[in-house]
Structure formats: C-alpha cells, structure tokens
C-alpha cells in the first residue's frame, strides 16, 4: 500500500512539473515568435534580464523584510485576538450574545474598505498597515473559532466533567482542543486575506514593500519585466507561506485529527 | 452544562436519611423526575417518579425502547444532569454534580481525540495530584487491565471501535470510582468483540468490586452481566418492572433459565 | 416570537449604549469628530449622499450601481470559463495532474498585484477593474469546480455503476449532482474574493464605485462619508451573499451547508 501511494504520488509531481515547465515554455515562444508584444508582456527570460538589469539584490531584499514584518505583526496579532473573541463569545453565553451581533455587522465589510478610515485612525505610517492586515486575519479567525466551539460534541465536556473539570480548566484542556480542527481552517483562511490585503495596502498607500515596489515601478514608466518579475515573487511568497502554515497545522493537528 | 443546585421535593412521610426500605442501597433515587424546558418554551417529562435503590457491588442494567430515558436517568446518577424533582443519593450523599465516585462510559467512546490512548486515561487522574510520571505509569497499568498496553501511543482514530471502548473503560477506572456507569457501551460493537468485553467487564467488577449500572437494548446482554434488570417503560419513562436475574456465573445462553427469562423481558418489553 | 425579541435585546441594547458613549464622546471632546464622526452626523452625511451625491451629483446609490455593475460583469465572466473548464479538467485525473501546480501557482498570485501590469495592458479604465475580478473569482471558483467533481464519493459512483451506468451519463447524473454543493461553495467563496478586489481596485485612478467614494471622501476630511460607504459595500456583500445561500437551498434542498468546506 504505501509503496503504491508513494508511486502514484511521485507521478503526481512529474506530471504536475511537466505542465508547469509547458506553460512557461508556451508563455516564452509566444513572447519569442511575437504573439504577444513583449513590451507590454515579456517572456519569463526577458523579464528576468530586466529585473536583474533594473534591481539589486539589496532593494529586493529591503522591500521583501517589510513586507514580511508587516503581514506577520499583523497576522498574529489578528489571529490571536480572533482566536479569543471567537473562543470566549463560544464559551460565555451573555459575551457571545454581545459580542456576535456586533461581529457580523462588521464582516461583510471586506478589509480592504477600511483603508480609509485606518489612514483616518492612524495617519499613512505603518499601524493603519497593521490595522487592516490585523482584520485581515481577524474575521476569519473568530468565525471559525465560534463555530468550532459551537460544534463541540457535548459529550467530550461530559465525559470530562466526570472526572471533575469544570470553568478556565474545562475551556483550555477540553474544549480548545476540541474546536482546534476549525480553528486551523480559519487560521489557514486568515492568512490568505492577510497576504491579499497586504499586498493591496503597499499598492495603494505605501513607500516600500513588494506591492510599492511594483506599483512604483509602473508609475515611474519603468520595465514591464521587473513588474512581472515581482508579480510572481509576491505569488511565490504568498505559495510557500501558506505551504509552512499547512505543514505547521498538520504538525500541530494531522496526527489525531486525520486531514 | 450549568450544574444548578439539585432540586429537593421531600414528602413529609419519606422519612429520614437512612430509613425504610432500601436502608442498605447504596444508590437511592426517590421520585426523581425530568422535564425538559424546549427552546420554545414547551415542558417535556421525560422521566417520571423514578423509585430504585441499588446495593453496593451490585450489577444492575436498564433496559428499554430507545428514548425511553435510560441514558438521562443514567446522566442524573452520574450528575451531568440536573434532577427536575425528587433527589438521588449516594452513600447517602445527594449528587448535585460529578465527581461523588461515579465513573461514566459513554456510548461513542467520547475519548479525546487529541490525546493518545495514554494520555486520555491519565486524564482520569488530573485531580489526584499524582506526578505526571505516577499518573503515566498507572494510565499504563489501567491500560495493561484492559490489554491495551501494545496500543498506549495511539490516537483514537487510530483504534478500532472495541479498543475505543476498552481505553474508555481505562480511563473509567482512573478514578477509582466505586460506582461504574455505563450507557450502552458496547452497542456499536460486532458480536465477537461484544462478548469478549462483556467477560472482560465481568472480570474486572468481580475484581474491583464496584458498583455498576449498565444500560442497554440487548436483553441478552443484560441477562449475561446483571443481578437485576430494571425495565423501563416511555412517555413519560417509568420504572415498569424490575427482573432479578437468579443464575449462576458464568451464564450460558443455553441455559433453559436464561431462555425462559429471555422470554419474560422480551413479552414485557413487546407490550 | 417574544422568545425571540429578548435574545435580540441585548446586543440591541449594547448597540445602542456604544452609539450614544461615541456621540456623547465627540461632544464632550474626547473623541476627535473627524475621526469618529457621530451618529448624528452621519446620518446628515447620507441624506446628502443619497440627494445631492458626493461629488456632486454622483449619488450613493449610483456609486453601488456603478460597483455592482464591476462585479458581476468580472465574476460573470469568471463563473462562465471556470465552470465548464473545471467539470471537464475535473473529469480527466491526467490534465487535472497536469494543471494542478498551475493552478495553485495562479491562485496564489495576489490579485490585486497584477494592477500594475494590468494597467500597462488595458489602460486605467473599466476593463482593468472587470479583468482583475475575473482573474481573482476565476481561480477561487476553478479549483472548487475541480475539486467538487475530483472528490465526489466512491460509494456513490460504484452504486451508480452496479444499475449499469458509465460515460457521460454516470458523470451527468451522478459526479455532477454530487459536486454541485461544492460548486456552490467556491460561488459564494469567489463573490467575497470579488468584493475585495473592487474595493482595491477602485481605490487607485477612479472617482466613481464605492471604493472610489471612501477614498475620495478621505481626502476631503469627509470620515462620515467614508463609514456610509463602508456600511453600504457591507451590506452589499451580504446580501448577494445571503441571496445565494436562498438560490443553493432551493436548488440543492437535499444538500446540507457546505460553509466550512476546506479550501
Ligand atoms: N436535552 C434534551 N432536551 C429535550 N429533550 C431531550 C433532551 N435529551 C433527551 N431528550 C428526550 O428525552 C427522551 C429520553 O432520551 P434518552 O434519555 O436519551 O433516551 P434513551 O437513552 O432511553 O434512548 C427522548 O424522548 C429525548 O428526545
Ligand atoms: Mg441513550
């Protein structure tokens, strides 16, 4: 058997490899033979030279820290906070009464619309960054927190309280863990917006990071090629951090949970 | 889940603690009652004017058509459930929550599924104020007790329905309790399996002398592990008659005994 | 029904008690107005929005028009590739191998950074904005499509076998019926992902849309403006939203709710 799935999963990879590599050689003859202007889309190989040409390692690198500093303060701290709203307005009937109403009138407003008002709040600096990459994570994170809390089988609370737990200990020992499965979805979730609203506020109010990077390389009439080329760097990161957050669930979860 | 104080309806003529008829019963319900307030706002009874007392060390089974109310009155003994009217006692102590020497084996095995088989009966002993290398080597003992010692590092999902159930059983007896509630516990199981925890169940109340009260829907099952089968009838659930069950251990199934009671439960129950 | 009336009492009240400490707030100083506009003014802010408009003569509700009208052209679009494309990728375990890295790569690629490329390509105007939709709801729908006929139930399909159906029928009548909860699931996932993108994408080289209009009203010192805005994209959201939760339980009542479905 588990020869077998290793096999199939090895031919999986091979497979998928193969079409990557065709679609990059697609998208470079088109670019070679002229069906599509190279100027305004170049070929990987172009856009390369370009970016090598046009960027030094050092602002690549400048751009790519505050990037990541900026969606990993926020994402944490958005997780963290949606993580306890959603857990005690599960757990404590009279908060959850509270808290849920004011909660959903607010999520349908996707993060990216509190822009202004961050600025408003918090001037251009980087905490009206931090604020919306903060609600980024949040809203995922405290729903799926109260919905796995509010889908905890009762009789896994039973079962403790006969062996006498009850109150703080009865939440953090049994019922957390229970609810931990969705949690993890809306951790996985979270992140994905953070990225997404990340991205968007170095674009539309910001003077460094991959997204001003790029925006900034358009509205200085610069290469086509380094925007290509930072296009798929942001979509590279975004790719493998959401792989290390799954690998850091299933190691957290995978084990009982399955997955 | 609130465990609000356990209401108290005592008739003048009921006596005092220790009196009438059931002065040696270990675990007394007196009319105990259940009503079920519904989100509408309607009143289900669910149980009504329960009167049992069972002996210490004695092995007693409910039986009866499901939602009868066998698994509430069980929850009411194990103090998961508040009693509506009327009072149980043990030891001559009125239960008002969990914790007063009842260990409960769930129907799903209502194992943790984050913690492997170990670590779920060394949960048993988190209030024992053991060190956590005392509570391990005990959980591996307990664990030894039902012949899971090979199995200790699994997860849940990872067991088959009858080593669940045996690591549930383990994790009963953590707490030494001295009464062992159990609801339909091996009901989800295949017949081999079945047996061989029923005779495992047998051997370890015979050799901890505890207290048990084991619910089911098998009549076989109840006639092979009780002193006396308590047959509960619905709508509102009721006590409708209790069959001592005089053979000798270990049953058979052929015994003409067995079948002639075997008879007597099922006509009861089929009317 | 009374029942009903006091569970809906207290985050009512609680409601109420935080809208009257913020107007009380901007009174007695403690909050800055232009910062936490009150109540009171906001309610001004949106009878003149939706009279005399902001900027003049673009009212509120032809800003919502006007956001709408982007969206779904763009999530339109995408719904009519990605369905069709993902039922037959689906089908075929080679291409769906073959693509799958593809499409997880495509999918990771922040929307909204294509902007400036995209620019490049159709100019700041209308298709730029309807293009970058497409491309976000396009991935988000693709891989549920794919997903929701790759993992329909084997008991089901070898059921449907043993009455003697294959091809296109068994796919027809069985895979496809089964993926429908799932599809569903990725069109409601796709709208949210939609709605994020106008927002943004309005923000940048437009003065009409609703991400436009909150973005404009900053710079014009105009916060309850802004907040009207927000609470209208809010509401517009959930209703289509909830409007499509309506459509998959009349159409799927044997389906139960696929709101946590992984992605
Ligand atoms: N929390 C509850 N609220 C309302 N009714 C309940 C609740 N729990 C059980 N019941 C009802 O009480 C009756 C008895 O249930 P139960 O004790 O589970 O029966 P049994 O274990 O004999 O099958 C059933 O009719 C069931 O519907
Ligand atoms: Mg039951």
């Known amino acids: 058997m588990k020869p077998l799935s290793r096999l199939s999963a090895a031919s999986d990879l091979t497979l998928g490899l193969i079409g990557a590599i065709l679609a990059v050689a697609a998208w470079e003859i088109s670019a070679r033979t002229g069906l599509v202007d190279p100027a305004i889309?170049?070929?990987?190989?172009?856009?390369i030279r370009a970016a090598a040409e046009r960027l030094t390692a050092e602002t690549v690198a400048d751009n790519l820290f505050w990037s990541l500093l900026r969606v990993f303060s926020g994402f944490l701290l958005g997780a963290l906070a949606g993580a306890a709203v959603g857990i005690a307005a599960g757990w404590y009937r009279g908060f959850g009464?509270?808290?849920?109403?004011?909660?959903?009138?607010?999520?349908?407003?996707?993060?990216?619309?509190?822009?202004?008002?961050?600025?408003?709040?918090?001037?251009?600096?980087?905490?009206?960054?931090?604020?919306?990459?903060?609600?980024?994570?949040?809203?995922?994170?405290?729903?799926?927190?109260?919905?796995?809390?509010?889908?905890?089988?009762?009789?896994?609370l039973k079962a403790?309280?006969?062996?006498?737990?009850?109150?703080?200990?009865?939440?953090?020992?049994?019922?957390?863990?229970?609810?931990?499965?969705?949690?993890?979805?809306?951790?996985?979730?979270?992140?994905?917006?953070?990225?997404?609203?990340?991205?968007?506020?170095?674009?539309?109010?910001?003077?460094?990071?991959?997204?001003?990077?790029?925006?900034?390389?358009?509205?200085?009439?610069?290469?086509?090629?380094?925007?290509?080329?930072?296009?798929?760097?942001?979509?590279?990161?975004?790719?493998?951090?959401?792989?290390?957050?799954?690998?850091?669930?299933?190691?957290?979860?995978?084990?009982?949970?399955?997955? | 889940?609130?465990?609000?104080?356990?209401?108290?309806?005592?008739?003048?003529?009921?006596?005092?603690?220790?009196?009438?008829?059931?002065?040696?019963?270990?675990?007394?319900?007196?009319?105990?009652?259940?009503?079920?307030?519904?989100?509408?706002?309607?009143?289900?009874?669910?149980?009504?004017?329960?009167?049992?007392?069972?002996?210490?060390?004695?092995?007693?089974?409910?039986?009866g058509r499901s939602g009868c109310g066998k698994t509430t009155l069980l929850n009411m003994i194990a103090g998961l459930e508040d009693v509506s009217a009327g009072r149980i006692a043990i030891a001559g102590k009125v239960v008002t929550g969990p914790g007063q020497g009842q260990g409960v084996v769930f129907q799903q095995h209502a194992l943790f599924p984050w913690l492997t088989a170990v670590d779920n009966v060394a949960f048993g002993f988190h209030k024992s104020g053991l060190a956590k290398a005392e509570r391990r080597r005990r959980a591996l003992d307990l664990l030894a007790l039902v012949g899971l010692e090979a199995a200790a590092g699994r997860y849940p999902r990872e067991m088959s329905g009858g080593m669940q159930q045996r690591v549930s059983i383990a994790?009963?007896?953590?707490?030494?309790?001295?009464?062992?509630?159990?609801?339909?516990?091996?009901?989800?199981?295949?017949?081999?399996?079945?047996?061989?925890?029923?005779?495992?169940?047998?051997?370890?109340?015979?050799?901890?002398?505890?207290?048990?009260?084991?619910?089911?829907?098998?009549?076989?099952?109840?006639?092979?592990?009780?002193?006396?089968?308590?047959?509960?009838?619905?709508n509102p659930g009721r006590i409708k008659r209790i069959f001592p069950v005089d053979l000798p251990r270990p049953r058979l199934r052929t015994d003409p005994g067995f079948n002639a009671l075997y008879q007597a439960i099922w006509n009861e129950l089929s009317t | 029904m009374t029942r009903k009336l006091v569970q809906a009492l207290p985050p009512l009240a609680a409601f109420t008690v935080l809208l009257l400490l913020w107007e009380a707030g901007v009174r007695y100083g403690f909050l800055k107005p232009y910062q936490f506009p009150p109540v009171s003014r906001i309610a001004r802010g949106f009878v003149e929005l939706s009279t005399t408009g902001f900027p003049t003569g673009v009212s509120i509700w032809s800003h919502a028009l006007t956001t709408i009208l982007r969206v779904l052209q763009g999530y339109g679009a995408a719904l009519a590739l990605a369905i069709p494309l993902g039922l037959v990728i689906g089908a075929l375990p080679v291409v769906d191998k073959l693509t799958a890295p593809l499409i997880v790569f495509c999918r990771s690629v922040a929307t909204l950074s294509l902007l400036p490329l995209v620019i490049v390509w159709f100019g700041?105007?209308?298709?730029?904005?309807?293009?970058?939709?497409?491309?976000?709801?396009?991935?988000?729908?693709?891989s549920n499509v794919i997903a929701g006929v790759r993992y329909v139930d084997p008991t089901l399909v070898r059921a449907a076998r043993t009455f003697g159906l294959k091809g296109l029928e068994l796919y027809r009548s069985v895979v496809l019926p089964a993926a429908l909860p799932r599809i569903f699931a990725g069109a409601r996932m796709a709208l949210g992902v939609g709605f994020m993108v106008i927002?943004?994408?309005?923000?940048?080289?437009?003065?009409?849309?609703?991400?436009?209009?909150?973005m404009e009203a900053r710079t014009f010192y105009r916060s309850e403006i802004t907040i009207i805005g927000m609470l209208v994209i809010g509401l517009i959201g959930f209703t289509i939203s909830a409007g499509l939760m309506a459509l998959e339980r009349a159409m799927l009542p044997w389906a139960g709710n696929l709101d946590r479905v992984r992605r």
């Not at chain 1, 990071?209 to 610069?222: D, K, P």
């Not at chain 1, 290509?228 to 299933?250: E, P, S």
């Not at chain 2, 509408?40 to 049992?52: F, I, K, M």
């Open chain 1, 160 to 259: 403790a309280q006969t062996f006498g737990l009850s109150g703080v200990p009865l939440l953090l020992r049994v019922a957390v863990p229970a609810a931990a499965p969705d949690l993890a979805t809306g951790v996985r979730i979270g992140w994905g917006l953070s990225f997404g609203v990340l991205v968007a506020a170095e674009l539309i109010a910001a003077d460094r990071g991959l997204g001003y990077m790029i925006i900034n390389e358009r509205n200085t009439g610069g290469s086509v090629g380094v925007i290509v080329v930072g296009i798929l760097l942001i979509g590279a990161l975004n790719l493998i951090t959401d792989a290390a957050i799954g690998a850091a669930i299933k190691r957290w979860i995978g084990r009982w949970h399955g997955a």
């Open chain 3, 124 to 142: 700041a105007g209308e298709l730029t904005k309807v293009f970058l939709i497409g491309y976000g709801c396009f991935w988000v729908m693709l």
């Open chain 3, 199 to 214: 927002v943004g994408a309005e923000m940048i080289g437009t003065i009409e849309g609703l991400g436009a209009l909150i």
């Open chain 1, 41 to 47: 889309f170049p070929s990987p190989s172009l856009a």
């Open chain 2, 171 to 234: 994790r009963a007896l953590a707490l030494d309790p001295q009464i062992l509630l159990m609801d339909e516990p091996f009901g989800a199981l295949d017949e081999l399996t079945r047996i061989e925890l029923q005779q495992e169940l047998l051997r370890i109340w015979e050799a901890r002398r505890k207290t048990i009260v084991f619910v089911t829907h098998s009549i076989s099952e109840a006639l092979m592990l009780s002193d006396r089968i308590v047959l509960l009838a619905p």
């Open chain 2, 1 to 63: 889940m609130s465990q609000s104080p356990v209401m108290e309806r005592r008739s003048p003529d009921a006596g005092v603690e220790g009196h009438g008829p059931a002065e040696t019963a270990f675990i007394r319900i007196d009319g105990a009652r259940k009503v079920f307030t519904q989100r509408s706002g309607g009143a289900v009874p669910v149980l009504d004017n329960v009167d049992l007392a069972i002996a210490e060390n004695e092995f007693v089974s409910f039986i």
């Open chain 1, 97 to 156: 009464a509270i808290a849920r109403p004011l909660i959903e009138l607010l999520r349908p407003i996707p993060p990216l619309a509190w822009i202004p008002l961050a600025i408003i709040w918090f001037g251009l600096g980087e905490p009206s960054k931090f604020f919306i990459i903060f609600l980024g994570a949040f809203f995922p994170v405290v729903t799926a927190a109260y919905q796995g809390m509010r889908s905890i089988d009762p009789m896994l």
